[in-house]
């Protein structure tokens, strides 16, 4: 899981870094090529774009840079955290749903992805199995009681013992 985040924004960093260090010195190039700089919009929007790519890249360092701190033996071994396949079950409705905890860059709400720092990523962070949580939404308040937990720590270790993955069970796509 780790691993998947760190290639992914090793991936984006490649891929902006190139546009920095070629694409936008070249389009740079042209535009100073066509005359006046005060009146050129190729110019501008290529400086503007440069400006964007830097601030980019830079919150991309600091995001593989954060990652590489959380080492596994700092993310809990019996608790919600990053990495985590957490099963829920929804104590009014009696669904079912599995979340898998991930960094916001690596959302995906359609594969039950959530962030630690979504309303529903905050209320389940740091909860063990058998642990209730309310979860105030604007509509209304879900209570959900944690059923099942695979930490990075288990996922890992399957990883290496050539263990696949449980199945997870099919949410019911209310998140």
């Known amino acids: 899981?780790?691993?998947?985040?760190?290639?992914?924004?090793?991936?984006?960093?490649?891929?902006?870094?190139?546009?920095?260090?070629?694409?936008?010195?070249?389009?740079?190039?042209?535009?100073?090529?066509?005359?006046?700089?005060?009146?050129?919009?190729?110019?501008?929007?290529a400086l503007e774009r440069q400006q964007f790519v830097q601030a980019r890249l830079g919150q991309l360092h600091q995001r593989l840079n954060q990652l590489s701190q959380l080492a596994?033996?700092?993310?809990?071994?019996?608790?919600?955290?990053?990495?985590?396949?957490?099963?829920?079950?929804?104590l009014d409705t009696n669904d079912t749903d599995v979340y898998m905890v991930?960094?916001?860059?690596m959302m995906d709400i359609d594969d039950g992805h959530i962030s630690l720092a979504s309303p529903l990523g905050r209320a389940l962070g740091g909860k063990k199995v058998g642990e209730e949580v309310s979860l105030r939404l604007p509509a209304a308040t879900r209570r959900l009681r944690v059923t099942g937990l695979v930490t990075v720590h288990q996922t890992e270790a399957r990883k290496e013992s050539?263990?696949?993955?449980?199945?997870?069970?099919?949410?019911?796509?209310?998140?």
């Open 72 to 90: 596994n033996t700092e993310a809990p071994m019996d608790r919600v955290g990053l990495g985590s396949r957490v099963t829920v079950l929804d």
């Open 1 to 45: 899981m780790i691993r998947e985040m760190r290639e992914k924004l090793g991936r984006e960093i490649d891929q902006l870094s190139h546009e920095l260090n070629i694409l936008l010195p070249q389009a740079i190039a042209q535009a100073v090529e066509l005359g006046d700089l005060r009146e050129n919009s190729e110019y501008k929007s």
């Open 102 to 105: 991930v960094l916001a860059e």
């Open 162 to 175: 050539g263990e696949s993955a449980p199945k997870s069970a099919k949410g019911n796509g209310k998140r």
